[in-house]
């Protein structure tokens, strides 16, 4: 399991610009009540919402149910007194289906190509591996989301599907990718 605050210096190469370095210490832990109004908040961004199936002016009430399932693992990560992450593993109930679960993060606007989309889905994918038994881990990810297709393809992630018109979004229907990783255990697939 992870600690309660896991405190980590990051020093990433970005790789689109190769040059760019970034140095932050984060304190990544658990999802605490107290973190819905930031969550809210960055969720309402309009730069965070067109990428996730959310409606724009997001409450704390609206966000409050994502987040209330205690069998979902849920981090958050902060810099300083800022948000700049949140990732979720939402495990699957289906008792056929408990090996899977199903993967969404979250990186705020001002935070966005700095690494810190690859430090979250890479303690996540840990977690899924060592300690919560998950053989499979899927997502849907919007086809025009570049980075996130990117990031996800960077840790074993691949395309499974499209989904036509799978969403509405800016004034139009737009098609979405459904992604998936098997764990490293079962090896090649």
């Known amino acids: 399991m992870i600690s309660p605050v896991h405190r980590r210096t990051m020093v990433c190469n970005d790789d689109i610009e190769q040059n760019r370095r970034y140095q932050m210490d984060l304190d990544i832990r658990a999802y605490a009540p107290t973190?819905?109004?930031?969550?809210a908040k960055m969720l309402s961004s309009p730069a965070v919402f067109p990428n996730t199936t959310r409606q724009p002016?997001?409450?704390v009430e609206m966000i409050a149910p994502l987040f209330a399932d205690l069998s979902h693992t849920h981090l958050v990560a902060y810099s300083g007194e800022d948000l700049v992450s949140t990732g979720s593993l939402l495990t699957n109930q289906n008792p056929r289906r408990k090996h899977s679960a199903e993967l969404a993060i979250t990186v705020a606007p001002e935070w966005q190509g700095k690494g810190i989309g690859s430090q979250m889905l890479a303690l996540l994918l840990a977690q899924a591996d060592n300690w919560l038994n998950l053989l499979r881990i899927e997502l849907?990810?919007?086809?025009?989301n570049q980075a996130g297709i990117a990031l996800y393809k960077k840790y074993g992630f691949e395309v499974e599907g499209l989904r036509?018109?799978?969403a509405f979004k800016n004034g139009e229907y737009c098609d979405s990718y459904m992604m998936a990783r098997l764990s490293p255990s079962l090896g090649s697939s």
Do not use: G, I, M
Request: no cysteine; charged share 25%; glycine share 0%.
């Open 35 to 39: 973190d819905l109004p930031a969550l």
């Open 57 to 59: 002016y997001n409450s």
């Open 140 to 144: 849907v990810v919007f086809a025009d």
């Open 164 to 166: 036509k018109a799978d």
